[in-house]
Structures are given as structure tokens and as C-alpha cells.
């Protein structure tokens, strides 16, 4: 079971489902005449390479690589239903993700960083003006997952999110992957990206606390050079709490990242769960080929 746990992973994209196992990928989605299409491919070596073994280095990097698989998937999805194809490879792709993830630090990390600096202006301390500065990160995460949720298309890819982590879930408690025994099986999952974001948001606020007192370019270079640490120890966090939930302080722990889950979940109809299971099967047969 716990290679089980460790091993696969999944991401709702636009009307589909990605998949990633070890060695190889899958993405099915639903084209506008009603046909699944699946898409699938091998994983760079970096997966099988000895650097997935070592605790907190991994974590940022599988997650940079990740990052531009979530990119190549959307771009894929997207093509899938308007019939063009655009690719979205090599410098293109990361580059693109360079400017995503400028935007996400700006906005997530730089901003609350300026609303506590303003908090010192008004007269706070350095400590009160860091606990407002990591209240306010939480709240804008937070009010961001709900405001995008609200539109009907990211409502469906909310919906193809549940559908994932039903299927994740019904396998790792070996059932039968039908869409009518997969309906039975929790929206929320562990391991979710969901959870990552609110564990790297709590840790932030420690971490960053401690940057206080020096000067102002050290405060923002540190901030910058930390969110892969950060992001490290977040996933391995995440990694712990997921192989321990038969622990009772481990499951209560893990509660506030699963009720931040029911942000970015929906529950699926039973043509979405159909192209999830199918991803995952894709992925699985291709892991043995």
C-alpha cells in the first residue's frame, strides 16, 4: 500500500484528467463530440534518477518538473477541444511557467510582505507586522480559491479535481474502478496540491517572521530564495502526514488541509469519473509497457 500511496498522482485539466506514475503519463479528456481522448508519454528520466530518494532537495524539483507538466497537459486539453495544436515544449514551456510563477510570488509572498511593511508604518511591531503579513498570505489564498471557483468552467475543472482524487482514492483502497464504485469514494485526498499550498503558507509564516529585523533587501531576497526550501519541506510534510494517517494526531492534524480541499473540489457526474478511471488506467498500463 505504501508504494501505492507514493507512487501516482493525478491533476484535473481542462474537460480531463492527468495521471503520472513513475515512469510514464496519461491524459484523458473528453472531446466535444463525447469520444475520451487520451494522450500519453513517458516521464523525463529525473523521475527514476537517485535524486527522488533524497528528502527535501526532491520536492522542489520534482515540483518545478511537475509545474511544466500541468502546463503541457493545459495546453493539451485546450487543443483537444477547439481542434487547433499548438504546442507548448522546450524554452516555450518554461518560460511560460518562469512568468507563472513570478506572478504567484508577487502576488502570494511580495504583496502580503507589503501589506505588513505598511502594518510597521502604522506603528506594529516586527513581530505583529510578520503575523499580519502570514494572516494576510492565508486569507488571500484562500479568498483566491474561492473567487476563481465561482466560474462555471473552473467549477468543471473542480469537478474533473474531485473526479482524480475519487479515482486515487478508490484504488488505494483496492476497489473496483467502475464510475458507480468510485462515486463512493472521498473528494478529498492527502496528497493534494491543495494542501501543499496551505502547509507552504504556515510555514511562511514562521520562516519569514525570522527575516524581520534585517534590512529590506535581505527580507526580500531571503523571501525569493526560500520558497523552494519552503517548498521542499512542504511536500515531505504533506509526503509524512499521508504515509501516518493510522495515527490519531496525524489524522487530526491533517483535517485543515483537507477542509481547504473543498474549495477546489467538486463532485463529478459519472462521464467525468469515466474519463478519470481511464486516465488511470492509461497511466497504468503504460507504467507496465
Given at each position: 500500500m505504501e508504494d501505492r500511496i507514493i507512487a501516482y498522482g493525478g491533476q484535473a485539466v481542462l474537460e480531463g484528467v492527468l495521471m503520472r506514475g513513475q515512469k510514464a503519463l496519461a491524459i484523458a479528456m473528453r472531446a466535444p463530440d463525447g469520444q475520451i481522448v487520451v494522450h500519453t508519454e513517458k516521464l523525463s528520466g529525473i523521475y527514476q534518477s537517485p535524486i527522488t530518494k533524497i528528502p527535501f532537495?526532491?520536492?522542489?524539483?520534482?515540483?518545478?518538473?511537475?509545474?511544466?507538466?500541468?502546463?503541457?497537459?493545459l495546453t493539451i486539453s485546450a487543443n483537444t477541444q477547439t481542434g487547433e495544436d499548438e504546442k507548448l515544449e522546450g524554452p516555450m514551456l518554461y518560460g511560460t511557467l518562469a512568468v507563472s510563477l513570478l506572478f504567484a510570488v508577487g502576488l502570494f509572498f511580495l504583496v502580503p510582505y507589503g501589506i505588513g511593511k505598511f502594518g510597521q508604518w502604522l506603528g506594529m511591531g516586527v513581530w505583529s507586522a510578520a503575523l499580519l503579513e502570514g494572516i494576510f498570505r492565508l486569507v488571500l489564498i484562500v479568498a483566491y480559491m474561492w473567487l476563481v471557483g465561482?466560474?462555471?468552467?473552473?467549477?468543471?475543472v473542480f469537478q474533473y479535481h474531485g473526479a482524480e482524487h475519487k479515482t486515487i482514492n478508490a484504488y488505494e483502497a483496492g476497489a473496483s474502478l467502475t464510475p458507480e464504485e468510485v462515486a463512493k469514494y472521498s473528494l478529498q485526498h492527502p496528497r493534494c496540491g491543495t494542501s501543499f499550498l496551505l502547509t507552504l503558507a504556515v510555514l511562511s509564516i514562521l520562516a519569514f517572521s525570522l527575516l524581520h529585523p534585517f534590512a529590506v533587501y535581505i527580507q526580500i531576497l531571503g523571501r525569493i530564495l526560500l520558497i523552494p526550501v519552503l517548498a521542499g519541506v512542504?511536500?515531505?510534510?504533506?509526503?509524512?502526514?499521508?504515509?501516518?494517517l493510522d495515527n490519531g494526531f496525524v489524522r487530526w492534524l491533517i483535517q485543515p488541509n483537507l477542509a481547504l480541499q473543498k474549495l477546489t473540489t467538486r463532485e463529478?457526474?459519472?462521464?467525468?469519473?469515466?474519463?478519470?478511471?481511464?486516465?488511470?488506467?492509461?497511466m497504468m498500463s503504460a507504467e507496465k509497457a
Open positions: 532537495l526532491r520536492g522542489s524539483i520534482l515540483l518545478w518538473d511537475a509545474l511544466g507538466l500541468g502546463m503541457k497537459a465561482l466560474m462555471p468552467d473552473i467549477q468543471r512542504s511536500l515531505e510534510y504533506i509526503r509524512w502526514m499521508a504515509n501516518h463529478p457526474d459519472l462521464g467525468m469519473l469515466e474519463v478519470s478511471i481511464r486516465s488511470f488506467n492509461e
